[in-house]
């Protein structure tokens, strides 16, 4: 049979009665929120909002040669391709 461990607080501490109640009388007491910190959630952003996905399929040898540039380079496959479509778009249009 297993034991069942407390549950930790993020700080790995273990969040015993003790823990609570002292929050418990912080919480009442009126909580001082100008040191909590925000945290954001998610990935940084790639511009002024939310980036969002395409699913795009390579043949296998353009795949090796993405991911050739990508070692190369030392970034993401994703940063690649996002330079190589930039660069594209900014090319003039062949009429």
Known sequence: MTTKR???TIGGRSITDELVE?????????LDTEHLVRRPGGRP????????????????DLR?????????????????????V??????PRAS
């Open 6 to 8: 407390p549950p930790l």
């Open 22 to 30: 002292k929050a418990a009388e912080q919480a009442e007491a009126g």
């Open 45 to 60: 952003l790639l511009g002024s909002a939310p980036a969002g996905n395409i699913s795009v399929r390579f043949p296998p």
């Open 64 to 84: 090796d040669q993405l991911r050739a540039r990508a070692r190369a380079e030392q970034v993401a496959e994703a940063e690649v391709i996002r330079r190589a």
């Open 86 to 91: 930039h660069d594209y778009l900014e090319r």
